[in-house]
């Protein structure tokens, strides 16, 4: 047992029995590979990662490839999910010296923790140009050893490099019309016509850009923008990136049609995938982007929900197949032979049609994604819902993947958000009490006494590593919609406390933001990364939350920070718009204003609802009633009833509708 037993990050725990001294990030481990003048190896990965598993088992659980790692080294494993600012430090430094980057990342420090020599997953052996991970350390050691002044001037050199990167878009001005136009000709350049999505192959669902498209659409009445968000959204609900028997989505696809996806489940997809559909049904009634929605709400709460309440990162590609090897995707596929088995011959040879199964296979040795047919033809529902049920029931009987049960703050924030909304949007009371629970983990845990976010808990017990900017925005964001459905003012209450932490530690001159806090852990360089990529940026996460924040509360501090923070968007739209999706989604709110809509009248009543329900991009919405109503939410302050009658008002710019009593006429304020 090396010295990660006991840590809560279940893809350190993965590696505590592995012949490796293995020491977790933090000053100790460095002090050791000083004291004993070593290198430290890096190796950065996550629970659900394949080919961090594949490292493990060829190199890390090898006695004589350990044995020479300990006499030469200090080994330090990050679970990157715990430690994201470790990792996005080290990991610009492996794109910026190899031109790509991943995980496994594997990178080579001194002990004062500069980087010298880069890479990803290396082989056992020698294999497509790559060196042997035994020959890696060779060399390395032999470079520490006889070349120490060279290492020494190649680490400083990149130290020096990264230092050198600081972004200065900050107080540029906002996003106007003219970068969303030239944001969405990007997009529409990028656009996958046959297949939805944006790019080729692996495709990643781009939630964060459908839901920019969505505003946009709202906003501006494009068609083009609506279209390219419906195609894309029904393209994948189609396809085996989705899983059809379950619910919830893959990480990505490894082709451009979505056949076949990288099996691993991810909490931050399916909450991002989940409230953009049902973002999408609000928009156009689609039937499809209904089911998808609750199907995944219902996934998440089924396979992610943990003891506590929260909701857990992960479950894994791999599991066990009919011969216990551990394979990816075995879980998840079928052969024609498998569906007779479980169906019989007659919906055997029906549920093979209906979902793609074929002899040859769409995946490895002969088996199939499950995926529906591009066609639209006639078909019974009620007997797609049987042979559904019956192949999930005996699904369930298979080796379940592995869950990575730690409780992130800043992807449970997106899931409180998602379930909310689509709990009250389908009248799902339960989906917001998980939300509510979820919420209440993250305040009684994470936040503990002195308004500071821990970034991770497992089993109700907090971690050791500080929340970073992305859990602020995050949980921010989940906090403000959980209050909108509600109607009670302590969640808005919650996210001012997170959001005054964004003000104090994480803003810098002119609007700029960082990823880490001002009181956080120094590095050898301070991350400040603004793109969106598999989730909202942490800079564009608190530019959405403080924007709102403001709309509900008239903040000008509040109002003016997410100003100063959308100066990045502005600068990145035009030239990256699949990488700045929220950023855009943010700054079409802005440009909507965005909308404050008041309600006094019952929460959940049909102004509540009405209101719920508008299209206008990121509107805030406070319900209530009685004379205790604005002391939960600044915007109901004197707003009283009409003629006795629940009363809706609409404002913008610092001006307001005339109040309406009819949920027709406040309809068709929000674009509704």
């Given at each position: 047992m090396n010295r990660l037993a006991g840590v809560t990050s279940p893809y350190l725990l993965q590696h505590a029995d592995n012949p490796v001294d293995w020491w977790p990030w933090g000053p100790e481990a460095f002090e050791e590979a000083e004291r004993r003048d070593v290198p430290v190896l890096l190796s950065v990965g996550y629970s659900a990662c394949h080919w961090c598993h594949v490292m493990a088992h060829e190199s890390f659980e090898d006695e004589s490839v350990a044995a020479y790692l300990n006499e030469r080294f200090v080994a330090v494993k990050v679970d990157r999910e715990e430690r994201p600012d470790v990792d996005a430090v080290y990991m610009e430094a492996v794109q910026a010296a190899t031109g790509h980057g991943g995980w496994p990342m594997t990178v080579f420090l001194t002990p004062d923790a500069e980087p010298f020599y880069f890479g990803t997953y290396f082989p056992p052996e020698p294999r497509h140009g790559s060196p042997s991970f035994q020959q890696v350390l060779e060399g390395v050691s032999a470079a520490w050893t006889d070349r120490r002044e060279?290492?020494?001037?190649?680490?400083?050199?990149?130290?020096?490099?990264?230092?050198?990167?600081?972004?200065?878009?900050?107080?540029?001005?906002?996003?106007?019309?003219?970068?969303?136009?030239?944001?969405?000709?990007?997009?529409?350049?990028?656009?996958?016509?046959?297949?939805?999505?944006?790019?080729?192959?692996?495709?990643?669902?781009?939630?964060?850009?459908?839901?920019?498209?969505?505003?946009?659409?709202?906003?501006?009445?494009?068609?083009?923008?609506?279209?390219?968000?419906?195609?894309?959204?029904?393209?994948?609900?189609?396809?085996?990136?989705?899983?059809?028997?379950?619910?919830?989505f893959a990480r990505y696809s490894v082709d451009r049609e979505w056949v076949v996806p990288h099996f691993e489940k991810m909490l931050y997809d399916n909450a991002l995938l989940c409230r953009v559909y049902a973002h999408l049904w609000r928009t156009t009634g689609s039937t499809e982007a209904r089911r998808i929605?609750?199907?995944?709400?219902?996934?998440?709460?089924?396979?992610?929900?943990?003891?506590?309440?929260?909701?857990?990162?992960?479950?894994?590609?791999?599991?066990?197949?009919?011969?216990?090897?551990?394979?990816?995707?075995?879980?998840?596929?079928?052969?024609?032979?498998?569906?007779?088995?479980?169906?019989?011959?007659?919906?055997?040879?029906?549920?093979?049609?209906?979902?793609?199964?074929?002899?040859?296979?769409?995946?490895?040795?002969?088996?199939?994604?499950?995926?529906?047919?591009?066609?639209?033809?006639?078909?019974?529902?009620?007997?797609?819902?049987?042979?559904?049920?019956?192949?999930?029931?005996?699904?369930?009987?298979?080796?379940?993947?592995?869950?990575?049960?730690?409780?992130?703050?800043?992807?449970?924030?997106?899931?409180?958000?998602?379930?909310?909304?689509?709990?009250?949007?389908?009248?799902?009371?339960?989906?917001?009490?998980?939300?509510?629970?979820?919420?209440?983990?993250?305040?009684?845990?994470?936040?503990?006494?002195?308004?500071?976010?821990?970034?991770?808990?497992?089993?109700?017990?907090?971690?050791?590593?500080?929340?970073?900017?992305?859990?602020?925005?995050?949980?921010?964001?989940?906090?403000?919609?959980?209050?909108?459905?509600?109607?009670?003012?302590?969640?808005?209450?919650?996210?001012?406390?997170?959001?005054?932490?964004?003000?104090?530690?994480?803003?810098?001159?002119?609007?700029?933001?960082?990823?880490?806090?001002?009181?956080?852990?120094?590095?050898?360089?301070?991350?400040?990364?603004?793109?969106?990529?598999?989730?909202?940026?942490?800079?564009?996460?608190?530019?959405?939350?403080?924007?709102?924040?403001?709309?509900?509360?008239?903040s000008e501090a509040h109002r003016t920070a997410a100003e100063g923070a959308l100066g990045v968007v502005k600068a990145l739209a035009p030239r990256a718009p699949r990488f700045i999706g929220w950023g855009l989604a943010v700054a079409e709110a802005l440009l909507d204003g965005p909308r404050e809509v008041a309600v006094a009248g019952p929460v959940g009543g049909e102004l509540h609802r009405t209101a719920l329900l508008g299209r206008a991009p990121g509107a805030v919405v406070a319900a209530g009633e009685g004379p205790g109503a604005g002391a939960e939410f600044p915007l109901l302050v004197d707003r009283p009833l009409v003629g006795g009658e629940p009363t809706a008002y609409v404002c913008r710019h610092f001006v307001c509708d005339a109040p309406t009593t009819d949920a027709g006429e406040l309809a068709g304020k929000l674009g509704g």
């Amino acid at each position: 047992m090396n010295r990660l037993a006991g840590v809560t990050s279940p893809y350190l725990l993965q590696h505590a029995d592995n012949p490796v001294d293995w020491w977790p990030w933090g000053p100790e481990a460095f002090e050791e590979a000083e004291r004993r003048d070593v290198p430290v190896l890096l190796s950065v990965g996550y629970s659900a990662c394949h080919w961090c598993h594949v490292m493990a088992h060829e190199s890390f659980e090898d006695e004589s490839v350990a044995a020479y790692l300990n006499e030469r080294f200090v080994a330090v494993k990050v679970d990157r999910e715990e430690r994201p600012d470790v990792d996005a430090v080290y990991m610009e430094a492996v794109q910026a010296a190899t031109g790509h980057g991943g995980w496994p990342m594997t990178v080579f420090l001194t002990p004062d923790a500069e980087p010298f020599y880069f890479g990803t997953y290396f082989p056992p052996e020698p294999r497509h140009g790559s060196p042997s991970f035994q020959q890696v350390l060779e060399g390395v050691s032999a470079a520490w050893t006889d070349r120490r002044e060279e290492v020494a001037e190649v680490a400083g050199r990149i130290v020096a490099d990264l230092a050198g990167r600081s972004l200065a878009h900050g107080g540029d001005g906002v996003p106007g019309e003219a970068e969303i136009a030239q944001a969405l000709l990007g997009l529409t350049r990028e656009y996958d016509e046959q297949h939805g999505g944006f790019g080729g192959a692996p495709k990643f669902p781009p939630a964060m850009v459908v839901e920019f498209l969505l505003r946009h659409y709202a906003r501006t009445g494009s068609e083009g923008a609506l279209q390219m968000a419906a195609d894309t959204c029904s393209a994948m609900a189609r396809g085996g990136i989705y899983d059809q028997l379950g619910g919830g989505f893959a990480r990505y696809s490894v082709d451009r049609e979505w056949v076949v996806p990288h099996f691993e489940k991810m909490l931050y997809d399916n909450a991002l995938l989940c409230r953009v559909y049902a973002h999408l049904w609000r928009t156009t009634g689609s039937t499809e982007a209904r089911r998808i929605a609750l199907e995944t709400a219902d996934f998440m709460v089924r396979e992610l929900r943990t003891a506590e309440g929260g909701f857990a990162s992960a479950l894994d590609a791999d599991s066990e197949d009919r011969q216990g090897k551990h394979v990816e995707g075995a879980f998840y596929v079928w052969t024609p032979a498998q569906l007779r088995e479980v169906l019989g011959e007659e919906d055997g040879a029906f549920a093979a049609a209906y979902f793609g199964v074929t002899e040859e296979g769409t995946f490895e040795e002969g088996a199939s994604v499950l995926q529906l047919s591009g066609e639209a033809r006639p078909v019974d529902a009620g007997r797609v819902a049987d042979v559904r049920a019956r192949l999930l029931a005996a699904r369930e009987e298979r080796p379940r993947p592995g869950r990575d049960d730690k409780v992130v703050a800043a992807w449970n924030g997106l899931a409180i958000a998602a379930l909310a909304e689509t709990g009250a949007y389908f009248d799902r009371p339960d989906l917001v009490e998980r939300a509510t629970e979820a919420a209440d983990l993250l305040v009684r845990v994470h936040l503990g006494e002195v308004a500071r976010l821990t970034r991770t808990s497992k089993d109700g017990r907090a971690g050791t590593n500080a929340g970073v900017l992305e859990d602020y925005g995050d949980v921010a964001e989940g906090f403000l919609a959980l209050a909108a459905v509600t109607g009670e003012g302590a969640w808005l209450e919650f996210a001012g406390f997170l959001l005054d932490v964004v003000l104090e530690q994480f803003t810098g001159e002119g609007g700029q933001l960082y990823d880490t806090a001002h009181e956080a852990e120094k590095l050898i360089r301070r991350p400040q990364d603004p793109t969106d990529s598999a989730t909202p940026a942490g800079w564009t996460a608190a530019a959405g939350a403080l924007l709102s924040y403001a709309a509900y509360t008239g903040s000008e501090a509040h109002r003016t920070a997410a100003e100063g923070a959308l100066g990045v968007v502005k600068a990145l739209a035009p030239r990256a718009p699949r990488f700045i999706g929220w950023g855009l989604a943010v700054a079409e709110a802005l440009l909507d204003g965005p909308r404050e809509v008041a309600v006094a009248g019952p929460v959940g009543g049909e102004l509540h609802r009405t209101a719920l329900l508008g299209r206008a991009p990121g509107a805030v919405v406070a319900a209530g009633e009685g004379p205790g109503a604005g002391a939960e939410f600044p915007l109901l302050v004197d707003r009283p009833l009409v003629g006795g009658e629940p009363t809706a008002y609409v404002c913008r710019h610092f001006v307001c509708d005339a109040p309406t009593t009819d949920a027709g006429e406040l309809a068709g304020k929000l674009g509704g």
